[in-house]
């Protein structure tokens, strides 16, 4: 099994950074591909961006220029830096990871961490 824990999430004002992290622990040897998805308020759960072991990343429309996702293997980390941070992207933003090459992992998933933009 597999569990992720996000963190770096709050309050932040409009053309704001945060950086979130997403820390994996158990069968971490498992993992190919790790990514963020997002659920505002109201709304249906969408993809963010996903990162491969390789370093490879994808990112939604919305949030390519303005979004990095990057990891590290060794600390079996990801992360999510969010820059120019925008009122339409509050929500709460989970970690994912996949057994196999996918942009979009949903085998795993953390519990959530709320990122509010807002003056």
């Known amino acids: 099994q597999v569990q992720l824990v996000e963190s770096g999430g709050g309050l932040v004002q409009p053309g704001g950074s945060l950086r979130l992290s997403c820390a994996a622990s158990?069968?971490?040897?498992?993992?190919?591909?790790m990514g963020w998805y997002r659920q505002a308020p109201g709304k249906e759960r969408e993809w963010v961006a996903a990162?491969?072991?390789?370093?490879?990343?994808e990112y939604a429309y919305a949030v390519k220029g303005r979004f990095t996702i990057s990891r590290d293997n060794g600390k079996n980390t990801v992360y999510l830096q969010m820059n120019s941070l925008r009122p339409e992207d509050t929500a709460v933003y989970y970690c994912?990871?996949?057994?196999?090459?996918?942009?979009?992992?949903?085998?795993?998933w953390g519990q959530g961490t709320q990122v509010t933009v807002s003056s």
């Open positions: 994912a990871a996949a057994r196999r090459n996918t942009y979009y992992p949903t085998d795993y």
């Open positions: 158990g069968s971490i040897f498992i993992i190919m591909y």
């Open positions: 990162i491969s072991r390789g370093g490879s990343s």
